[in-house]
């Protein structure tokens, strides 16, 4: 993965063995090589780092060594793999993963302060005398900005958007006729947790948001940027009021988002999915094309594409209203048997 210099200052290439009071590496030191990047283990490559916590992918370990990235892993999950060139055992993967990539990668300062290039904001732009344009961002054409937005470092806003009144937008890249509401916030970190000595402390983000073409983004809804990889939401997708987007979440095209809608990190959601109000999905789920989730459906595995969802837990439509019906007749039965 390249961390997007516009959001994020690196320290590359880093010497690993340089680093050191890493949390989670254990009795084994860091081997003294340097490495150009970060990078989910799914995509590492020559130089990269990445981590290892999942014993489903130990088979694919040797793979990424041989493609010279650097794996962190435990040693229930390097048992049996032998001592391959660039797999490392540390006592705990994920913690000492971005223990390292903290070391190395920082987000650039998200007020006005920073020292980038300066803004760049074309001569037919709107922008209100209150809105706070920080240094590197960039708007385009017939793009307005309302009272009080607050539109960060690095920012790039396409031509053709209208950014609300009070929006704050960061680590995020705009593309045209985008519409984002009053008080929107957009790119800030995820609820990532790691442990710690002492309850818990948050996970580093490294990624962005990335939002298409005519994608409109409701008041007071709030996106998370992506940790390793990118939040995106598709062209054309139509978000409402008072929804969250966690992490990493991938959105397609055309997709409707009802209002109070919550979609965990890592969610997948194909092309042309429609979501009622206050729909909820768990982390890592996938969302088939053309799905559609009732209002108050809650989505703890993954909906097929084409099929129409409802219930809490949610199941197919069909079902949860036979279901329904059953549990209703039974009760009455109860009830006039009294």
Same mark, same amino acid.
């Given at each position: 993965?390249?961390?997007?210099?516009?959001?994020?200052?690196?320290?590359?290439?880093?010497?690993?063995?340089?680093?050191?009071?890493?949390?989670?590496?254990?009795?084994?030191?860091?081997?003294?090589?340097?490495?150009?990047?970060?990078?989910?283990?799914? *995509?590492?490559?020559?130089?990269?780092?990445?981590?290892?916590?999942?014993?489903? #992918?130990?088979?694919?370990?040797?793979?990424?060594?041989?493609?010279?990235?650097?794996?962190?892993?435990?040693?229930?999950?390097?048992?049996?793999?032998?001592?391959?060139?660039?797999?490392?055992?540390?006592?705990?993967?994920?913690?000492?993963?971005?223990?390292?990539?903290?070391?190395?990668?920082?987000?650039?300062?998200?007020?006005?302060?920073?020292?980038?290039?300066?803004?760049?904001?074309?001569?037919?732009?709107?922008?209100?005398?209150?809105?706070?344009?920080?240094?590197?961002?960039?708007?385009?054409?017939?793009?307005?900005?309302?009272?009080?937005?607050?539109?960060?470092?690095?920012?790039?806003?396409?031509?053709?958007?209208?950014?609300?009144?009070?929006?704050?937008?960061?680590?995020?890249?705009?593309?045209?006729?985008?519409?984002?509401?009053?008080?929107?916030?957009?790119?800030?970190?995820?609820?990532?947790?790691?442990?710690?000595?002492?309850?818990?402390?948050?996970?580093?983000?490294?990624?962005?948001?990335? $939002?298409?073409?005519?994608?409109?983004?409701?008041?007071?809804?709030?996106?998370?940027?992506?940790?390793?990889?990118?939040?995106?939401?598709?062209?054309?997708?139509?978000?409402?009021?008072?929804?969250?987007?966690?992490?990493?979440?991938?959105?397609?095209?055309?997709?409707?988002?009802?209002?109070?809608?919550?979609?965990?990190?890592?969610?997948?959601?194909?092309?042309? $999915?429609?979501?009622?109000?206050?729909?909820?999905?768990?982390?890592?789920? /996938?969302?088939?094309?053309?799905?559609?989730?009732?209002?108050d459906a809650a989505v703890f595995s993954d909906v097929p594409g084409g099929q129409t969802w409802a219930g809490s837990p949610a199941r197919p439509?069909?079902? @949860?209203?036979? *279901?329904?019906? @059953? #549990?209703?007749?039974?009760?009455?039965?109860?009830?006039?048997? /009294?």
């Amino acid at each position: 993965m390249a961390v997007d210099s516009r959001f994020y200052s690196a320290r590359v290439p880093a010497r690993l063995a340089g680093l050191t009071d890493i949390s989670g590496l254990g009795p084994n030191p860091l081997p003294d090589i340097s490495i150009s990047g970060i990078s989910v283990f799914e *995509e590492a490559v020559g130089g990269e780092l990445c981590f290892v916590d999942d014993i489903r #992918l130990a088979g694919k370990i040797a793979e990424r060594c041989a493609l010279g990235a650097l794996c962190l892993t435990s040693k229930a999950i390097a048992q049996g793999l032998g001592d391959l060139e660039g797999m490392n055992v540390v006592d705990a993967p994920r913690l000492a993963f971005f223990d390292i990539a903290s070391r190395i990668f920082a987000a650039r300062s998200t007020g006005c302060e920073d020292g980038l290039e300066a803004k760049r904001i074309h001569a037919d732009a709107v922008v209100h005398p209150t809105a706070i344009i920080c240094a590197g961002a960039v708007i385009g054409a017939n793009t307005h900005i309302g009272p009080y937005a607050h539109i960060q470092s690095g920012v790039q806003i396409g031509y053709d958007c209208v950014i609300g009144s009070s929006a704050q937008i960061g680590f995020s890249l705009i593309g045209n006729g985008v519409e984002i509401g009053s008080g929107a916030r957009i790119g800030g970190a995820g609820f990532g947790l790691l442990p710690a000595v002492r309850g818990a402390k948050n996970t580093p983000h490294f990624g962005r948001v990335l $939002v298409q073409d005519n994608v409109r983004i409701g008041a007071n809804t709030c996106i998370d940027r992506g940790v390793l990889t990118d939040t995106i939401i598709g062209e054309n997708s139509k978000i409402d009021n008072l929804c969250h987007i966690g992490h990493n979440t991938r959105i397609g095209r055309n997709v409707v988002m009802a209002a109070f809608a919550g979609i965990s990190g890592s969610v997948e959601i194909g092309d042309d $999915v429609i979501m009622g109000g206050r729909v909820g999905i768990v982390d890592h789920a /996938k969302i088939g094309t053309g799905a559609q989730l009732a209002a108050d459906a809650a989505v703890f595995s993954d909906v097929p594409g084409g099929q129409t969802w409802a219930g809490s837990p949610a199941r197919p439509l069909r079902q @949860w209203q036979r *279901e329904t019906i @059953w #549990l209703r007749r039974k009760m009455l039965r109860k009830s006039e048997a /009294k």
